[in-house]
């Protein structure tokens, strides 16, 4: 059974990883505490104190929740995705056969089509978008690993 090519997330190392699980425990942590405010308050608070605390830190709970689960996510998929191919990667070669600008999110860059090949897998092609660099041409060949298990890939 093959599989879609998939490209590996962004390397991260150990402190990287670190540092952002960090920033994104951060980011779940005022959510609680305006709950926690909201609870512990003097009693003869206004009623509108009460439930402006509350529902702030209701709401700044699942935004912070959902963006540090998502986080938290993204480092673990990636830190996977490095042990994976560390493990199993074969050296490959990638072949640009089409560039194309891509102008989405706030980097402009290369959009690439790519013809991946090496020992123990069959060529297959995948698509990744790079930082513009004049060297991106039709014809180029880039270095590559790739677990043959599933066609997972990251391009050196």
Do not use: K, Y
């Not at 600008?101 to 897998?121: A, K, M, T, V």
């Not at 060949?141 to 890939?153: C, K, S």
């Amino acid at each position: 059974m093959t599989s879609i090519p998939r490209e590996a997330e962004a390397r991260l190392g150990p402190i990287g990883a670190l540092l952002c699980r960090v920033v994104f425990l951060a980011i779940c942590l005022p959510g609680p505490v305006l709950l926690a405010v909201a609870v512990t308050r003097d009693p003869r608070q206004a009623p509108a104190d009460f439930w402006g605390l509350l529902a702030g830190g209701v709401l700044v709970t699942i935004a912070g929740a959902g963006f540090g689960v998502f986080g938290w996510r993204l480092v673990t998929l990636s830190r996977r995705d490095a042990r994976r191919l560390a493990a199993a990667g074969v050296a490959a070669t990638a072949e640009i056969l089409t560039v194309a600008n891509h102008l989405g999110g706030e980097d402009p860059g290369l959009e690439l089509r790519l013809r991946i090949s090496g020992p123990g897998f069959a060529a297959f092609e995948a698509g990744t978008i790079r930082a513009d660099d004049p060297a991106l041409v039709p014809g180029a060949v880039l270095a590559a690993v790739v677990d043959p298990a599933d066609r997972l890939f990251s391009i050196r």
